[in-house]
């Protein structure tokens, strides 16, 4: 199995204060990675310098095959971005949006075409295709979000809080997508608060100040932490610090 | 009396039916959470209840007080903390906290009996800008705001939404304390897991009502056999149970699928077909249903 992101000893510091402190870590191609942490234990930074927003001042990473240092655009184009808020462009139709970014992506127009199609198809929006996104559910407007950030084929996408206060049903549907996409090989990154959302991860990260303090599979971490929900997990690793 | 008391309150707006005849009540001093998504209606039903926006018919009381006839009434004698943060983000901690204690014509000494628990572990950034605090420490100076009058009924819309776990935990903790100084307390949140922390609740989804009981009593009258399970092959496990007439409900559950067959086939049965298909790792095991279980099962 390939590997979709590694870092080694990953650093950043904002003065004196250091942000990120030396985080080590792996995930496997096709994998579903939780990244998960409190509120200010350094996530955002993380992430930052993983998809190459910011440069690391320390440490190594590879994303997607390519060094954070070095080749930072070939990272971005090789990855795809979905975040609760993300927003497609209300105003715009389901086809006006898929060939928007398949654009700024650097799709050629045959390849957009295609896209269109098979995302339009897969999702069966066929009849929707030529309505503004803001008259479609939101669960629609979600799966739609998530099949664009993969329009361009990234190897890797990132989540933020994917299905943050969604119906349980919606967020089923949705989850089912991400499970499809990973078992076509696409890695999935996410990032959460809610816990119940960690529990659908393959395995999971947990960041307190700056360090990683915690990895494993949802299932050996509670074992590990002897909690019955990951939401205890969670509590007691942050509190027991 | 009841503290809470609705009857056949409903609003729309343009044709999107917001709340839609909604009936309830809520005892004095009792914790009761209104469980639904985003668009169930929640902020719609709070707005009502707090005066805010009158309804387009129906009736509600609050303390015994008519929402639109007696609405000065009500809002003196209520608390509330609506799901987007509206304290003054320019103000200081210390200072957002005196302004409402100010306006409702108190000080932060005579009821600070009420907020003390909360408020030292806010104090240390009592200088700060209540802009410049974490999700966590505004939630905590959002219910000190909203407690710092006495008020007699609680409304607290969403209070933990985008607030980390341990925070979350805290913040129940305190609604518990609360409760027991006899403080009525309605609460909304999307959280599933969070509805076993309210004495009773409404299940709410587009508008409706769903049900209205205890955690327990819910969950418990589920009356189907549940199980979870898993395998190795997640994916393909999930598509292979949805195509068996036994699978009413095949659900991801985090890292287990929940299973609801009808009553003909036993446990052994689910195993049976589980090793026939070659899954590995085979995980299989009866569960109680969860709130979550139940809500999918009257979406």
């Known amino acids: 199995m390939q590997t979709a992101i590694k870092t080694e000893s990953l650093t950043k510091t904002f003065g004196e204060f250091t942000a990120v402190n030396a985080i080590t870590f792996e995930v496997k191609e096709g994998e579903i990675f939780g990244f998960l942490g409190a509120n200010g ?12 927003l910011s440069r690391p001042t320390s440490g190594e990473a590879k994303v997607a095959g390519f060094d954070v240092y ?33 654009g ?54 990132f989540m933020d809080e994917p299905t943050g206060g969604v119906d349980p049903a919606t967020r089923r549907q949705f989850w089912e997508m991400i499970y499809q996409t990973a078992n076509n090989g696409t890695t999935i990154f996410v990032t959460t608060h809610y816990m119940d959302e960690a529990e659908y991860c393959n395995r999971i990260s947990i960041m307190v100040d700056g360090r990683i303090d915690a990895m494993g599979t949802p299932r050996d971490l509670k ?19 | 009396m009841a503290s809470i008391q609705v009857d056949q309150i409903s609003k729309s707006f343009g044709n999107v039916q917001a709340v839609n005849a909604v009936s309830f009540a809520v005892e004095k001093g009792e914790l009761f959470g209104l469980i639904g998504p985003d668009g169930a209606g929640k902020t719609t039903l709070f707005k009502m209840l707090t005066s805010l926006l009158i309804p387009d ?22 608390g509330y903390m609506p799901g987007k943060f509206s304290l003054y983000q320019d103000l200081t901690v210390a200072e957002n906290l005196d302004f409402f204690a100010t306006i409702f014509g108190t000080t932060i000494q005579e009821n600070y009996h009420l907020i003390e628990d909360i408020y030292v572990q806010i104090e240390p950034f009592r200088k700060r800008r209540a802009g410049k605090l974490s999700g966590g420490m ?11 009058h006495e008020p007699k009924v609680l409304f607290l819309d969403e209070p933990t939404t985008g607030v980390d776990a341990v925070s979350r935990a805290e913040f129940w903790e305190m609604l518990g304390r609360l409760k027991e100084k006899g403080i009525t307390i309605l609460v909304s949140t999307p959280y599933m897991d969070e509805a076993t922390l309210c004495e009773r609740i409404a299940l709410i989804q587009g508008g409706n009502i769903l049900q209205i009981d205890t955690p327990d009593h819910i969950t418990s009258n589920y009356g189907k056999p549940l199980y979870a399970v898993r395998s190795d092959e997640f994916y393909r496990l999930l598509n292979e149970l949805r195509d068996q007439a036994f699978a009413l409900r095949v659900e991801p559950f985090g890292e287990y ?4 067959t009808n009553d003909a086939v036993s446990e052994q049965d689910v195993r049976d077909f589980l090793q026939a298909n070659a899954h590995q790792n085979i995980e299989l095991k009866p569960v109680p ?3 979550e279980d139940v809500f999918l099962d009257l979406m």
């Not at chain 1, 105003?91 to 398949?102: A, C, E, K, M, S």
């Not at chain 2, 505004?138 to 710092?148: D, F, S």
């Open chain 1, 70 to 102: 070095k080749e930072a655009e070939l990272i971005k184009q090789n990855i795809g971005y979905m975040s609760q808020k993300f927003s497609l462009y209300e105003d715009l139709t389901v086809y006006q949006n898929i060939r928007f970014y398949g």
């Open chain 2, 138 to 148: 505004k939630q905590k100076l959002a219910l000190c705001c909203a407690l710092i």
């Open chain 2, 257 to 260: 699928l929940h299973l609801t």
């Open chain 2, 289 to 291: 249903a969860s709130v």
């Open chain 1, 41 to 52: 234990a350094g996530k955002t930074t993380a992430i930052k310098m993983l998809i190459g």
């Open chain 1, 104 to 157: 700024i992506y650097g799709l050629k127009r045959k390849q957009i075409k295609e896209k269109s199609a098979q995302i339009i198809e897969t999702l069966g929006l066929t009849e929707q295709a030529h309505k503004v996104v803001g008259s479609l559910p939101q669960g629609w407007k979600q799966r739609l979000a998530f099949a664009i950030s993969g329009v361009h084929d990234p190897k890797i996408i």
């Open chain 2, 57 to 78: 018919s129906g009736e509600a009381w609050v303390e015994g007080y008519h929402t639109v006839k007696d609405f000065k009434k009500i809002r003196r004698i209520i």
């Open chain 1, 223 to 241: 074992t590990q932490f002897e909690a019955e929900s990951m939401d205890e997990v969670f509590v007691k690793l942050v509190r027991g610090k």
